[in-house]
């Protein structure tokens, strides 16, 4: 009894502490799965990602990283040429003019260098919140909130947010997290989403969350 009254008015600063701590327990490895290996690589294979599994990107990315390998490259590449390495990942026509374009831009606007802030990141083709907040984190390391699928979906059922509108989850998940971990604990909200809080078929019973998850708590 004590621990359902304790959930059902816990506040959504302690629920999100807890969590943190949680992710920090269960995946301490956690980090970005699409391989890159400077921030152009890391963007393009972001750009990339979009409605494609990173599993699929990875495939994809060594081949067209060895023949495009700065961004003057990829500035001066064809863009049906890039196209066809990237047909694989889908929605190739669009991506492909996206990456030739933001590299074009990045050289003409930025001085050949990946921009290190928000309103300069969503500058760039076919770039938004959720790819430059990736950026950021991961590059940059300033605070940032990945706001993919598995996050939404995740934060939902624990009740720390309750709209599955992108950026209102951003800056909702911004006043309830520790932004120094924020980076991280997104990353390993998507290993907790493929592993466990799956979106059909959840296994609660092995959640190291459940007990202060309103979702499995009912609560």
Request: glycine share 6%; charged share 25%; net charge positive.
């Amino acid at each position: 009894m004590q621990h359902i009254f304790e959930v059902i008015y816990m506040t959504n600063k302690e629920r999100a502490k807890l969590a943190m701590d949680a992710m920090d327990r269960e995946y301490p490895e956690a980090a970005c799965s699409l391989r890159s290996e400077d921030p152009l690589q890391l963007l393009i294979a972001t750009r990339l990602s979009a409605q494609c599994t990173d599993a699929r990107v990875n495939l994809v990315t060594p081949v067209l990283f060895s023949k495009y390998k700065t961004v003057e490259d990829f500035a001066s590449a064809d863009i049906d040429d890039v196209g066809e390495i990237i047909k694989s990942c889908g929605l190739y026509k669009t991506k492909s003019r996206d990456i030739v374009m933001m590299a074009r831009m990045i050289l003409s606007d930025f001085g050949g260098k990946v921009p290190d802030n928000m309103d300069d990141l969503l500058k760039l083709p076919g770039i938004g919140r959720k790819t430059a907040n990736l950026i950021l984190g991961d590059v940059f390391g300033q605070p940032s909130v990945v706001t993919d699928t598995h996050l939404i979906r995740i934060t939902n059922r624990l009740g720390l947010v309750d709209t599955k509108d992108p950026y209102k989850v951003e800056m909702k998940l911004r006043k309830l997290l520790d932004l120094s971990r924020s980076g991280t604990f997104c990353h390993q909200i998507v290993w907790h989403g493929r592993k466990v809080c799956t979106a059909r078929t959840p296994k609660c019973g092995e959640c190291c969350m459940a007990s202060f998850c309103k979702f499995a708590t009912g609560k």
